[in-house]
């Protein structure tokens, strides 16, 4: 098989998957690069003032969290941000979150029974972006911490003077994503699948491939492979 | 064929440890207030000894009314599950009597035989399903990742022991990529945990169960159904044979006594 390097990105129709494939999660990308400078400059403020809490953390994102649903051409589930590990000063871990079709904020018991540590530092919408420094487009998952449904959650970090202080995220579910871009695959007539990089099928426009099985090895000899650019994302075209 | 409905999709997440203190709807009230605190007690989510959050947050956390939070503490006050202490480091507690452990054996015993063997079959099937679904679609360094935290747990800390296992079980489930049976295995691995809590008070057998546990992640990891499955069949017999022989050896446990005031659950 053969890796071809991703056609130039475009913002109109798209003349390739790849690039509307690209163009779709890099919405999600560029929307939240702007929030994490923009949140990066007021929890450096917040912090001069006092140690930040859970409670004034919370007010910080709120806004911008709840503004990300409407703002995006997206089917956007959830949004916000995750508190570093030991970055707070009244939790070892916070997630300001909100969800679902109420938006509602998401408290999980953990935080708000014994303030004992939830560890998220190995999963993978926390661990790329803080290894990496990096935005990520992380999954497709089961998300059983939050949403409890098949999920992609793209996280981008944010740094206070060069130190990783959490990640602002939003959630999409595959099967939101399925309706959105399944028809608009198909337009291309070819036998087309978007897989992560660990080779699992996000969606694909052939009912034989299911959402969820993993291309790789010698399964990949059959499909022309295109890298999506800036995200662990790649279109399989079937030859 | 019909279709039941799947897990409500508000933004309420049913996950094991969290579920205990989630939003609760407006159909719940007092009464779903206090089993969801009652079974977290009994199951040995909540110790002995801790604190509970304080009426306004455990409202809050709930999604009711104060008065609805303060009636459910009530109820749990008066069935001596709770106590509540006054002054500047007061608030509700988890009572010393509520010992897991006893709850559990004595559940273990007043339920017969053909209904423990019943669940044991369900938590199976589901189980299985996802054991053999992750072993297709799994890759080896997720499976990694889950034995690398299990190796990190300190097993004398029993509690620590029972939560790092369910996380793992769940974990492994959540790789099937189906989010309706991560979903049943959440459920299942919270009515289940209460009772693989009382192997792991006998040393040998949660070594014994440790390997089990370890015999699917290594089958997992290497892609293989069949094998997967066979090693799930294999720790769920253990599993059950030990806790009919459990049962068996407490049959004659005389009735619990109430654990305080009131007339107990």
Redesign the interface.
Same mark, same amino acid.
């Given at each position: 098989m053969s890796i071809h390097p991703a056609p130039p990105a475009s913002r109109t129709a798209a003349d390739h998957p790849v690039e509307l494939v690209t163009e779709y999660f890099g919405r999600a990308l560029d929307a939240l690069d702007d929030w994490r400078g923009r949140l990066a400059v007021e929890i450096a403020t917040a912090r001069a003032d006092a140690p930040l809490t859970t409670d004034r953390l919370d007010a910080l994102v709120e806004p911008s969290a709840l503004a990300l649903f409407d703002q995006l051409d997206l089917p956007v589930y959830g949004s916000g941000f995750i508190a570093a590990l030991d970055s707070l000063a009244d939790a070892n871990s916070h997630l300001a979150w909100w969800q679902g079709p109420e938006r509602a904020q998401l408290v999980l018991a953990a935080q708000s029974v014994n303030k004992e540590h939830i560890d998220y530092s190995e999963l993978e919408w926390y661990r790329v972006p803080f290894q990496t420094g990096r935005p990520h487009v992380a999954g497709p998952y089961v998300d059983y911490l939050c949403s409890d449904e098949y999920t992609i959650t793209v996280a981008a970090p944010v740094h206070v003077d060069d130190e990783f202080v959490g990640a602002v995220a939003l959630d999409l579910l595959i099967d939101q994503v399925e309706r959105h871009l399944t028809p608009q695959l198909a337009a291309f007539g070819d036998d087309i699948s978007i897989v992560n990089g660990v080779g699992r099928v996000l969606l694909s426009t052939s009912p034989a491939r299911e959402t969820g099985d993993t291309i790789r090895g010698d399964d990949l000899a059959g499909f022309e492979r295109f890298a999506c650019a800036g995200m662990a994302l790649d279109v399989l075209i079937a030859r | 064929m019909s279709l039941r409905s799947p +897990?409500p *999709?508000?933004?309420? @997440?049913? !996950?094991l440890?969290? =579920?205990?203190?989630? @939003?609760i709807g407006d159909e719940g009230r007092a009464a779903l207030v206090e089993r969801r605190i009652a079974e977290a007690i009994m199951g040995g989510v909540?110790a002995a000894g801790? #604190?509970? @959050?304080a009426e306004t947050?455990l409202a =809050? =956390?709930f999604g009711v009314a104060p008065a609805t939070a303060r009636e459910a503490l009530l109820a749990l006050r008066e069935r001596g599950l709770i106590v509540t202490r006054r002054g500047r480091n007061g608030g509700s507690f988890i009572a010393d009597s509520a010992d897991p452990v006893r709850f559990a054996t004595r559940a273990l015993v007043d339920s017969s035989r053909v209904t423990l063997r019943d669940a044991a079959q369900h938590y199976q099937a589901i189980t299985a399903a996802c054991v053999e679904?992750a072993a !297709? *679609?799994a890759?080896p360094?997720?499976i990694e990742?889950i034995i690398a !935290?299990l190796d990190r747990v300190d097993d004398h800390d029993l509690a620590h022991w029972r939560r790092a296992s369910d996380d793992a079980v769940?974990e492994l =489930? +959540?790789l099937?990529?189906?989010?309706r049976l991560? #979903?049943e295995q959440?459920r299942l691995q919270g009515e289940f945990s209460p009772l693989l809590a009382l192997i792991d008070t006998d040393p040998t057998a949660r070594a014994d169960a440790r390997a089990h546990l370890r015999a699917v992640l290594a089958a997992v990891a290497d892609g293989d159904p069949t094998a997967s499955v066979q090693a799930l069949r294999a720790s769920m017999r253990f599993t059950v044979d030990w806790l009919i022989a459990y049962r068996e050896q407490h049959a004659a446990l005389p009735a619990l006594a109430p654990v305080g005031p009131g007339t107990g659950p």
């Open positions: - | +897990a *999709r508000s933004g309420k @997440p049913t !996950r440890h969290s =579920a205990v203190f989630q @939003p909540l801790e #604190r509970l @959050p947050e =809050a =956390a679904l !297709r *679609r890759d360094g997720e990742m !935290r769940i =489930a +959540a099937s990529q189906s989010a991560t #979903r959440m």
